[in-house]
């Protein structure tokens, strides 16, 4: 089981399918979660608080992380399988088939951007918070008034979407996120053999609208802040 996983181009699929499902799992809670900020800044605060470095959460969080990695280092072992399997006869192809869409032929580039925004984000809000939760309870000194913030979300987002370059940089990772779950989410299941020809294009077009539905989630509350901002 262990050699089908790490050796096999299925296996290796199937490890990327599981844990991007996962991941697409967190993410509809992380939007529905950002949505209650628009209607509660307490209500929002009290799920932070729920949130912050208890055990649940920093089990949560562990398995969130090794999921995040497996999905990484899996994508760019299937990008090398596949580079070396195509060898010379990559350079042959002048044009890609029409089938073959934007996302499809830019997973990995995508991917990257995506990192790269959650690296953004992670700074952001979970270095300002959970961390300095960790950190004070490992005694760890932090500052008062950095502690003092750790519960306080709103504040944080307020911080953060205030900024014009926070917002264009965040707008720019969540229409790699779109692109990578429009492609990522019906492939996944196609991978673990849950499609065949009548589910094939209808899991493309719930793929599309559900990435779109969980993208504008997330816009709407940076957007709805930054113009609070003005």
């Known amino acids: 089981m262990n050699l089908f ?3 096999s181009s299925i296996g290796r699929k199937l490890v990327m399918s599981i844990t991007g499902v996962c991941l697409v799992l967190f993410l509809t809670f992380h939007m529905c979660m950002n949505l209650v900020a628009l209607f509660s800044a307490d ?5 932070c608080e729920f949130l912050g470095a208890n055990w649940y959460a920093l089990i949560a969080t562990i398995i969130l992380a090794a999921g995040f990695i497996l999905h990484i280092v899996y994508a ?3 990008t090398i399988q596949n580079r070396i399997a195509r060898g010379a006869c990559a350079y042959e192809v002048s044009s890609s088939p ?3 869409d934007f996302a499809s032929k830019n ?3 995508l991917g990257v951007m995506v990192f790269a925004f959650l690296g953004l984000h992670l700074w952001d809000f979970w270095a300002k918070m959970q961390l300095i939760e960790i950190l004070h309870k490992c005694g760890i000194e932090v500052s008062t008034d950095a502690l003092a913030e750790v519960t306080n979300g709103i504040a944080h987002i307020q911080a953060a979407f205030s ?8 707008l720019v990772g969540l229409v790699a996120l779109w692109f990578h779950l429009s492609h990522g989410f019906w492939s996944a299941f196609h991978t673990m053999g849950l499609s065949n020809k009548v589910w ?3 899991l493309k077009a719930i ?5 779109t539905l969980l993208v504008a989630g997330f816009a709407v509350v940076l957007i709805v802040f930054y113009a609070q901002s003005l």
């Open 5 to 7: 996983i790490c050796n």
């Open 163 to 170: 900024d014009p370059i926070h917002v264009i940089l965040y």
């Open 207 to 211: 793929s599309t609208v559900y990435a």
């Open 76 to 78: 760019f072992l299937l």
């Open 43 to 47: 209500a929002y605060n009290m799920v």
């Open 98 to 100: 029409k089938e073959v």
């Open 107 to 109: 997973m990995l580039a």
């Open 200 to 202: 094939f294009n209808r």
